[in-house]
């Protein structure tokens, strides 16, 4: 908003700080939802657009609402699906109940999870400063192969394909 506000902003950059405003702005309008409903499902799409012109980041929050209606940061979910140039495709599940944290990472690439577990004292410090205390930092491969009778034959799509339904469902 400082940058639409300035005369001396070059245009590309005016241009860009519209569509990042424009874009808050409907997500601010999607948001509003029953404030007195116990529990808040929220969906934020992050403005960074990859050189392919792809989205590259989201967040999905699973909340308690409080007394006031607002979302509960000591005890909610958060899952971050980034796509990342260098690292690949990593999705973040943080698990928080009572300011205690679970966090799993899942990541297309192995060297970034093992990287990323590594940094374990550095996520709980930075955690404990912010309040929060975390128990445990788990890092996997995000897609794991299906293996059934120790073949591997199967396709993604087969494996969470309903299996054939055979019976019936009414009998007289």
Not at 92 to 100: L, T
Not at 134 to 163: I, W
Request: overall charge negative; glycine content about 6%.
């Amino acid at each position: 908003m400082q940058v639409l506000s300035r005369d001396d902003a070059p245009a590309p950059l005016l241009d860009t700080a519209r569509q990042l405003a424009s874009q808050l702005t409907g997500q601010q309008l999607l948001l509003t939802t029953d404030r007195t409903a116990p529990f808040a499902q929220v969906t934020l799409f992050l403005p960074f657009i990859g050189p392919d012109g792809e989205q590259t980041a989201s967040v999905h929050i699973e909340s308690r609402r409080g007394r006031k209606g607002l979302l509960d940061a000591d005890n909610c979910r958060l899952w971050f699906d980034l796509q990342m140039k260098a690292l690949g495709q990593i999705m973040v599940d943080v698990q928080v109940a009572n300011k205690k944290v679970l966090l799993k990472i899942y990541s297309e690439n192995e060297l970034a999870g093992a990287f990323l577990e590594s940094r374990q004292d550095e996520v709980e410090a930075a955690l404990d400063s912010a309040g929060y205390r975390l128990l445990a930092l788990h890092a996997e491969p995000l897609f794991k192969a299906v293996e059934e009778d120790g073949a591997n034959d199967l396709t993604m799509s087969q494996a969470y394909a309903p299996s054939s339904y055979r019976g019936v469902d009414y009998r007289v």
